[in-house]
């Protein structure tokens, strides 16, 4: 009772020093986590970098603009000068030109390109939609263990004051002549143990902080109870599979890839076309090959281009990216098998608890009623100092079990959220910009 009076003392102190705190609920913390936490920034910045490939994919539609431009010296013997009665004519050569091309048929290969880039930014929007789904789901899990925590410490407290007034009364009847020294030093024995549970669970404390602190990024200050989400939980688990099959990002992700892959073997066809080009060149040229004088023109030309040979490479390039399909699809199978084990593996674990929690409640009830009596009849001499240990000791770890099943509870029904990828949505955080997908853009 010391302790908790010190600690509620010691807290108002501190609200009077700093003002007043408010609580930080779930919501803020998550939504502080994906804002902030390296993992989801670097998967950001990813996926932003491969979105400006689709830029330049697109680049292919558009024409090109090349000018050069040269001076320098150059020696010529060619018909041309020995016609003019000189074997090798020395001159200053100077060089300009301007071209454009326009791309008018390649082949599908930029349609296709933009395409395939496309897909893989998808991907990796997902991927950024799946990385702040588990970091949230992390942050879930550290805010829970900080206060799983708390709690155990004020159970730990509870049990040390316990102890402490058992020992107050051992101590009063020796000295009082009706006790016995064996009973003191037992009922040390055990107010030191109560001390030594509260020590080490104050350490676990300090222990969830400082990984809320890591996953976070803000200390646990003041942290509220969050409310259920149950209601979020479909009633069935094959329901809850269906959901995740429609939803959960790492899937869609593999979808994406699969795309990608279906949108690179169509560009890997485009060496089979000729490829067609507008270009538009002019050059103003003095002095080449030995001839005095400028050489200027003017082109417009329809250009075709088509390679009849070239050792077997593109054919090759297309079997390869047909493996590539069969890859990507196979991993998105995979993916799919693992989203529904996930499921199935994180409602299994809330079952478990849903049908552990009576009987936890029932064993702190019963164990509280039995110390309750101990206590009666121990002091009519019906019952030894040791049951009366042993049972308060019952009581305490009955009320641990109760604790941690009660926030295991609560972490299964987020876990299942998460692996219906609607965990964000289930406590209203927003994702990142960067998990927004290319469709119709």
């Not at 009665?85 to 390649?106: C, P, T, W, Y």
Request: aromatic share 6%; charged share 25%; proline share 2%.
């Amino acid at each position: 009772m010391r302790i908790k009076l010190l600690a509620v003392v010691t807290s108002y102190l501190c609200l009077a020093v700093a003002g007043a705190v408010s609580a930080a609920t779930l919501q803020e913390a998550v939504n502080t986590t994906i804002k902030t936490n390296p993992d989801v920034l670097a998967v950001s910045n990813e996926r932003n970098a491969v979105s400006e490939e689709v830029k330049q994919a697109r680049a292919g539609y558009f024409p090109t603009l090349d000018l050069a431009i040269g001076t320098g010296w150059e020696s010529s013997d060619n018909p041309t000068t020995r016609v003019n009665g000189h074997k090798n004519v020395h001159m200053n050569r100077d060089e300009a030109s301007l071209n454009l091309r326009q791309m008018i048929f390649d082949g599908m290969a930029t349609k296709n390109e933009v395409r395939r880039q496309k897909a893989r930014t998808d991907s990796r929007a997902y991927g950024v939609f799946g990385a702040s789904e588990n970091t949230a789901l992390e942050a879930v899990d550290a805010y829970l263990n900080v206060l799983r925590q708390q709690s155990l410490v004020d159970l730990a407290s509870i049990n040390l004051d316990a102890h402490e007034r058992t020992h107050d009364q051992i101590t009063l009847r020796s000295e009082r002549g009706v006790g016995r020294k064996a009973d003191m030093d037992q009922s040390q024995g055990r107010v030191a143990l109560a001390k030594a549970n509260l020590i080490a669970e104050q350490s676990n404390l300090r222990d969830a902080e400082t990984n809320y602190l890591r996953v976070v990024g803000d200390a646990a200050d003041s942290l509220s109870d969050p409310e259920s989400p149950r209601n979020g939980i479909p009633e069935t688990v094959e329901d809850a599979i269906d959901l995740a099959l429609d939803n959960h990002p790492t899937l869609k992700s593999a979808e994406s890839d699969v795309e990608s892959a279906y949108a690179q073997h169509e560009t890997a066809a485009s060496p089979f076309y000729p490829r067609i080009d507008f270009e538009l060149g002019a050059t103003a040229n003095n002095d080449l090959d030995g001839v005095n004088g400028h050489n200027n023109d003017v082109t417009a030309m329809f250009r075709l281009r088509y390679n009849l040979f070239n050792g077997g490479k593109d054919k090759a390039r297309r079997q390869e990216t047909a493996h590539l399909i069969n890859q990507s699809a196979e991993i998105r199978n995979n993916t799919h098998r693992q989203v529904e084990q996930s499921v199935r593996l994180s409602w299994n674990a809330l079952q478990t608890v849903d049908n552990q929690m009576n009987f936890f409640e029932l064993h702190v009830q019963s164990s509280e009623k039995s110390r309750n009596a101990y206590q009666q009849q121990f002091g009519l001499g019906q019952r030894t100092l040791l049951d009366l240990l042993d049972s308060e000791n019952e009581v305490f770890v009955s009320r641990q079990a109760l604790v941690n099943a009660q926030y295991d509870q609560m972490f299964a029904m987020f876990r299942i959220l998460n692996s219906m990828g609607s965990l964000l949505k289930s406590i209203d955080v927003a994702l990142p910009k960067a998990a927004v997908v290319t469709v119709n853009k």
